[in-house]
């Protein structure tokens, strides 16, 4: 009787849960419903005559970016300190270049290296295949720096500054320190050029590539005929480039203009840039000076609509549906283990063998 009764008790647990799955799978999961177009990466949105670009969508938030031709930039060379060639240019720079034709040799790393061409690489390269090992491969990206010796002549430290389909062309220059006149209003400053003694003494033939020094502690070059000279004397006289207040300034390829203060140059110029704008689920973001609101319908969509009270608050309302439907979906899952696990123990239990 008692096993019977188990066994009938069991059965409406398992109607009770197998009732609340079977519900689980026919409740539908209530949706965010906004009126308003949708987006996709690529898509274009225009607010007043600011033009954005959706740039990107992921797991619910995304980017949107938006470009500016006329931005302005600035730049500023403290006093005393030193900036690159390939930051500062003019015309008839001491920059030295060397063109390296694709399929020639170079020697590299102790060993002959054929000098092979990547234009469609992104940035382009420059690779060094060893030609006794071709497995052996070194890959330079343009602006990076590689020391390799042509035709005898070693080019230390130089950067690959162009990759064409027919060659990779080196280029090698100085560092400048930039010095302003202690005075109380500066009108110009100067660039002086900083001379890598290594580089002169590897690039000269004629010389040994190490300095000797004299007792006193005095440097000097050491001619491989024999004969020394005093560094001080040996050394070309420094390049210098005089800026001007006012004046023009080419600076990272830009064409900027100077002013000079007693502590700093500072340079300034527009040009284009890019500003981002990041979205994410139900949040607001600021559009040339509007607000608006971002709901993603999708993992590959947005919708970006106006941040009005109605479509604010028609938001609110789907997601409290979601919320009170995630909460029942809860409950219908606990009646569901709570009853299977109710049936079994009582059966379980029923069928325990008897003490007399």
């Given at each position: 009787?008692?096993?019977?009764?188990?066994?009938?008790?069991?059965?409406?647990?398992?109607?009770?849960?197998?009732?609340?799955?079977?519900?689980?799978?026919?409740?539908?999961?209530?949706?965010?419903?906004?009126?308003?177009?949708?987006?996709?990466?690529?898509?274009?949105?225009?607010?007043?005559?600011?033009?954005?670009?959706?740039?990107?969508?992921?797991?619910?938030?995304?980017?949107?970016?938006?470009?500016?031709?006329?931005?302005?930039?600035?730049?500023?060379?403290?006093?005393?300190?030193?900036?690159?060639?390939?930051?500062?240019?003019?015309?008839?720079?001491?920059?030295?270049s060397r063109a390296l034709e694709n399929g020639s040799t170079v020697a590299f790393d102790g060993s002959e290296h054929?000098?092979?061409?990547?234009?469609?690489?992104?940035?382009?390269?420059?690779?060094?295949?060893?030609?006794?090992?071709?497995?052996?491969?070194?890959?330079?990206?343009?602006?990076?720096?590689?020391?390799?010796?042509?035709?005898?002549?070693?080019?230390?430290?130089?950067?690959?500054?162009?990759?064409?389909?027919?060659?990779?062309?080196?280029?090698?220059?100085?560092?400048?320190?930039?010095?302003?006149?202690?005075?109380?209003?500066?009108?110009?400053?100067?660039?002086?050029?900083?001379?890598?003694?290594?580089?002169?003494?590897?690039?000269?033939?004629?010389?040994?590539?190490?300095?000797?020094?004299?007792?006193?502690?005095?440097?000097?070059?050491?001619?491989?005929?024999?004969?020394?000279?005093?560094?001080?004397?040996?050394?070309?006289?420094?390049?210098?480039?005089?800026?001007?207040?006012?004046?023009?300034?080419?600076?990272?390829?830009?064409?900027?203009?100077?002013?000079?203060?007693?502590?700093?140059?500072?340079?300034?110029?527009?040009?284009?840039?890019?500003?981002?704008?990041?979205?994410?689920?139900?949040?607001?973001?600021?559009?040339?000076?509007?607000?608006?609101?971002?709901?993603?319908?999708?993992?590959?969509?947005?919708?970006?609509?106006?941040?009005?009270?109605?479509?604010?608050?028609?938001?609110?309302?789907?997601?409290?549906?979601?919320?009170?439907?995630?909460?029942?979906?809860?409950?219908?899952?606990?009646?569901?283990?709570?009853?299977?696990?109710?049936?079994?123990?009582?059966?379980?239990?029923?069928?325990?063998?008897?003490?007399?």
């Amino acid at each position: 009787m008692q096993r019977r009764a188990a066994a009938a008790y069991f059965v409406l647990f398992m109607v009770i849960s197998a009732g609340a799955y079977a519900y689980l799978g026919m409740a539908e999961r209530p949706q965010v419903d906004l009126d308003g177009e949708t987006y996709a990466v690529d898509d274009e949105l225009t607010v007043d005559d600011r033009t954005y670009t959706v740039d990107s969508i992921s797991n619910g938030s995304g980017s949107l970016t938006w470009s500016k031709a006329d931005a302005e930039y600035s730049a500023t060379l403290t006093n005393n300190s030193t900036v690159s060639w390939q930051d500062v240019s003019w015309e008839r720079q001491q920059v030295e270049s060397r063109a390296l034709e694709n399929g020639s040799t170079v020697a590299f790393d102790g060993s002959e290296h054929q000098v092979l061409t990547n234009v469609s690489a992104d940035p382009p390269t420059m690779r060094l295949v060893n030609t006794a090992n071709r497995s052996m491969v070194s890959t330079v990206e343009r602006g990076g720096t590689v020391t390799v010796t042509v035709e005898g002549q070693p080019i230390p430290g130089a950067t690959l500054t162009g990759v064409s389909a027919d060659e990779a062309t080196l280029s090698w220059g100085s560092e400048y320190r930039v010095l302003i006149p202690n005075v109380t209003d500066p009108t110009s400053a100067d660039m002086v050029e900083q001379q890598n003694v290594t580089r002169l003494l590897v690039l000269d033939t004629e010389v040994e590539n190490n300095l000797g020094t004299n007792p006193d502690g005095t440097q000097f070059v050491q001619y491989r005929n024999g004969s020394t000279a005093p560094l001080s004397e040996y050394l070309p006289d420094p390049e210098v480039k005089t800026v001007e207040d006012d004046g023009t300034l080419s600076y990272q390829g830009n064409e900027t203009t100077v002013n000079v203060t007693t502590a700093e140059i500072v340079l300034t110029w527009e040009g284009q840039k890019t500003f981002t704008r990041d979205l994410s689920e139900g949040s607001t973001v600021e559009l040339n000076n509007e607000t608006f609101l971002a709901h993603f319908p999708s993992g590959s969509s947005v919708k970006i609509l106006e941040n009005t009270t109605e479509n604010y608050e028609a938001y609110q309302a789907d997601q409290d549906r979601i919320s009170k439907y995630n909460e029942r979906k809860a409950g219908l899952w606990a009646v569901v283990i709570i009853s299977l696990l109710a049936g079994l123990i009582l059966l379980s239990t029923a069928y325990l063998p008897v003490r007399d």
